[in-house]
């Protein structure tokens, strides 16, 4: 049995510990800024895709119409839902980076500092 599945040696409570940081303004803070990211990135990538679907399904004409040799557009946002992926991928570390692992690290040093 691991520690956390009982208890500490020093009689502390783990999980009491944890409830208090989930609880703490810092932890609050760092669930806010993930959620204000990642769920209007999510809701835009699925209506880009979405987009994509329907055009594939419902407009015909327009998804086969050549650009260059046989590459049509209906290939060209295919290719741009790779692309999209990388893009939305590369914000988010930068996002991470800037606004969520400072905050992190601000958790884990409380954290480690109380546990010392």
Same mark, same amino acid.
């Given at each position: 049995m691991s520690t956390t599945d009982q208890g500490l040696d020093d009689g502390t409570n783990p999980d009491a510990d944890w409830k208090q940081v989930q609880d703490s303004p810092e932890f609050r803070q &760092?669930?806010?800024?993930?959620?204000? $990211? /990642?769920f209007p990135m999510t809701v835009l990538f699925l209506a880009w895709y979405l987009v994509y679907v329907l055009l594939a399904d419902y407009a015909h004409g327009f998804m086969s119409t050549k650009l260059a040799g046989? $590459?049509? /557009?209906? &290939? &060209?946002?295919? &290719?741009?839902q790779f692309v999209s992926t $990388? /893009?939305?991928t590369g914000l988010y570390v930068r996002y991470a980076n800037r606004k969520l692992d400072p905050v992190a690290d601000q958790i884990r040093t409380k954290i480690e500092g109380d546990a010392a």
């Open positions: &760092l669930r806010h800024r993930l959620r204000s $990211f /990642v046989n $590459f049509n /557009v209906g &290939l &060209l946002i295919g &290719l741009l $990388f /893009v939305i």
